[in-house]
């Protein structure tokens, strides 16, 4: 039988790997689904984002793996796979919770590295997803990310159809914003369909 730290490195290994019946056989032989490894400081979790490696990824979610983990420096899931491109990664680590607030050693977040790196679809959904988010948009929460002029233009439309959303049902509005009900704004704000019914 192995040992606890044998089973939490072949949890880690197979991971980095993208083995996931080895990610499963692991977690069932009682793996610690949250454990780090010796080299890096990262969970299994943060590989699979790393790596782009979405089935293992689902499958640790599914099991309760920490979406927010760090590995030393402030580094999460998340920033890996904005980082590497990996937008289905970043879809999914968002739907289950991934703080996108988080920066690297203090200074960049995963906004910072899609952008860095020329992935603009990710960039624009960290975008919309940062604007929902901090709904009160008198006060910049980030910085216009210039660099890319089509994410400029993306960030102006994102506040120009928050806005509009303000302007013609407030009551609506002011009570996304007291409940911070990120995904109803998602919601509102790309689907013309459910505004019109409104």
Known sequence: MPSQKQLNAQ?????????LDFVQQAIQSGAIINTIDDDYG????I????NGQLEILQYLIEEGANVNAESPGNITALIHAAAHGHLEVVQLLIANGADLNVKRQGQFSALTYA???GHTEIA???TRYHLIANLDMSI???????CIPELSSYWYDCKDELNKMKEEDSELYNFLVSKRINEQVRIWTESETIRNIA
């Open 11 to 19: 949890l880690i290994d197979a991971a980095k790997k993208g083995q």
């Open 47 to 50: 590989w699979a984002a790393d």
């Open 124 to 126: 624009k959904l960290l």
């Open 42 to 45: 990262r969970t299994a979790l």
């Open 115 to 117: 952008i860095v790196n």
């Open 140 to 146: 910049p929460r980030l910085p216009l990310p210039t």
